[in-house]
């Protein structure tokens, strides 16, 4: 939601790990974020 500026309700959950980026203008500098977006179960809990 928060990369894409929308919201889709039908969208499959995550399996294994994602990574995205996005920037994001805040008070005339750019800053860049890089997201994991990772599965909610215990085995994804040593990728953090």
Same mark, same amino acid.
């Given at each position: 939601?928060?990369?894409?500026?929308?919201?889709?309700p039908? /969208?499959?959950?995550t /399996?294994?790990?994602?990574? @995205?980026?996005?920037?994001v203008q805040?008070?005339?500098?750019?800053?860049?974020? *890089?997201i994991?977006?990772t599965?909610?179960?215990?085995? @994804?809990?040593?990728v *953090?």
């Open positions: 939601r928060f990369v894409e500026d929308s919201f889709d039908n /969208i499959n959950p /399996i294994g790990a994602s990574f @995205m980026t996005k920037t805040y008070q005339n500098e750019l800053h860049k974020f *890089l994991w977006d599965a909610g179960i215990p085995s @994804m809990c040593n *953090l």
